[in-house]
């Protein structure tokens, strides 16, 4: 995969467009853009049958979420609170930032 810039960052609110988690909202936990994946809280979560070790002296079986394709999420708008593609623009003082298609307003923080 080319290494292109995602359009989505650590932080964000991303809902899940299809897959057997279609429809859930979570928090990106974590970005991989050179796999072109992204990790998403309470989302895309498997089982794990382990043994007992010193980190886990229990053992059993354990949730960890596995990271999603980055096609497969689309972010959030904090302000309008709709699922929307993301534009870049460059604002006055020479800063990069990422906007609303649907709203127009800014995305980042």
Partial sequence: MSQMKPHV?????????????????????????????VLVEGVNVMKRHTKPTRLV???????????????????????????????RSVAGDGEHVRLCKECGREIDK
Wanted: glycine share 10%; net charge positive; proline share 10%.
């Fill in 9 to 37: 960052k650590k932080g964000d609110t991303v809902i899940v467009l299809s897959g057997k988690d279609k429809d859930k909202k979570g928090k990106v936990l974590r970005v991989l853009p050179s796999e072109g994946r």
């Fill in 57 to 87: 002296p229990q053992g059993g079986v354990i949730e960890k979420a596995e990271p999603l394709p980055l096609a497969r999420v689309m972010v959030v708008c904090p302000k309008c609170s709709r699922p929307t593609r993301v534009a």
